[in-house]
């Protein structure tokens, strides 16, 4: 069974500039998670998504980052547009509402 | 509310050495709790849980953590650490075990010196 897919694994931008980044859950997992994880730091959630639905976006910084979950399978978080502080790792995860968190390899912003 | 406190952000032990992480939650409800591991420039990977039933759980690579409610603790031991072992490693906590999210600890960096 395939598991969490994200891409890209790593993407380097100037700050000011947009950026994107796609998750594909497993399949069958309704929830969706987007989670932040800063240099040293444990994950911290941006956002989650029961099917379509955004349930939890009140970490999400409603100014720079947008995200969708169309038919309620991948999803795109976005940053428009990037500062410094933005680098980071952006990790996927996908769940069976079990608790349990499957983890995409995430995606490595480095904004200069 | 939940949160996660890893006692260490760095612990070294030595390669045969027992290897321990302390992890301490609190949880305003009965907590699911998790321990993963992430190698350099990889996700997270899952090593252990507890949900409900037996306090002693046992994982992947030989990894176990014991549920003390009344230490609102879960630490993770290994009785003997290899150089495979080397690794961040993150305790979370889950409300009820639903679909909520986890919410982590900010992780401690295991080494293992040969």
């Known amino acids: 069974e395939a598991g969490v897919v994200q891409s890209p694994r790593y993407k380097i931008i100037e700050k000011k500039q947009p950026v994107a980044f796609w998750c594909n859950p497993i399949?069958?997992?309704?929830?969706l998670y987007w989670y932040l994880q800063n240099l040293g730091q444990g994950p911290e959630l941006l956002i989650r998504y029961e099917n379509e639905e955004a349930v939890d976006d009140s970490q999400l910084p409603k100014d720079r980052f947008s995200a969708e979950r169309l038919k309620g399978v991948d999803s795109t978080l976005k940053i428009q547009p990037a500062e410094l502080g933005d680098s980071a790792v952006y990790l996927c995860a996908s769940g069976p509402n079990t608790g349990e968190l499957f983890f995409g390899e995430g995606s490595r912003l480095t904004v200069l | 509310a939940q949160s996660v406190t890893q006692l260490g952000s760095h612990v070294s032990v030595s390669e045969g050495a027992l290897v321990l992480l302390r992890c301490n939650y609190s949880s305003s409800v009965p907590p699911y709790l998790f321990w993963y591991v992430q190698y350099p420039n990889q996700g997270l990977q899952l090593l252990l849980k507890y949900t409900t039933g037996a306090t002693l759980v046992k994982g992947i690579n030989g990894f176990e953590a014991e549920f003390k409610k009344s230490e609102t603790s879960f630490h993770l031991t290994k009785p003997s650490a290899h150089m495979s072992d080397a690794a961040e490693y993150f305790c979370a906590v889950s409300p009820y075990g639903g679909a909520d999210g986890l919410t982590f600890g900010k992780g401690t960096h295991l080494i293992i010196q040969p």
């Open positions: 399949s069958g997992h309704n929830t």
